[in-house]
């Protein structure tokens, strides 16, 4: 089964947590024991799993990332002039697999599984396979 969850991005960079409609898909699936996969088909976003209970670590992560990586770096050469989003988006990754015990998603106590935007805002697409 593979299902397609729809997330709408407010800003430029944003951490989205879907952690709740990716667990849905696995609930809809009836899989008790499986793994799930999150993929994003986008290049300037990805996906990523990290702390929910400090929204500070969110925010570091971003913060850290826009040091990183200059948007206005005179050096790139992609025309769009959005390479900063796509080199984050690389930084990031475009899948996230997490294993299914019990029907749910095994991630630890602190984990939550974040779609990351780095190209706001946007209607953007993920797509979940659970096998
Ligand atoms: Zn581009």
Not at 66 to 71: E, F, P
Not at 81 to 98: C, E, L
């Amino acid at each position: 089964m593979i299902k397609e969850l729809s997330v709408k991005t407010h800003s430029h960079s944003e951490l989205v947590n879907i952690t709740g409609l990716v667990q849905e898909a696995v609930s809809e699936s009836k899989v008790t024991e499986g793994v799930c996969i999150v993929f994003v088909p986008h290049t300037t976003a990805g996906v990523t799993i990290n702390e929910n209970a400090d929204p500070d670590v969110k925010s570091d992560i971003l913060m850290k990332l826009d040091k990183l990586v200059d948007w206005n770096d005179r050096d790139y050469r992609h025309d769009e002039g959005n390479s900063a989003g796509h080199i984050k988006a690389t930084m990031t990754g475009f899948s996230q697999s997490v294993i299914i015990q019990n029907g749910q998603l095994q991630l630890g106590t602190w984990q939550h599984i974040y779609f990351a935007e780095f190209d706001g805002p946007r209607s953007r697409r993920v797509k979940v396979k659970i096998i």
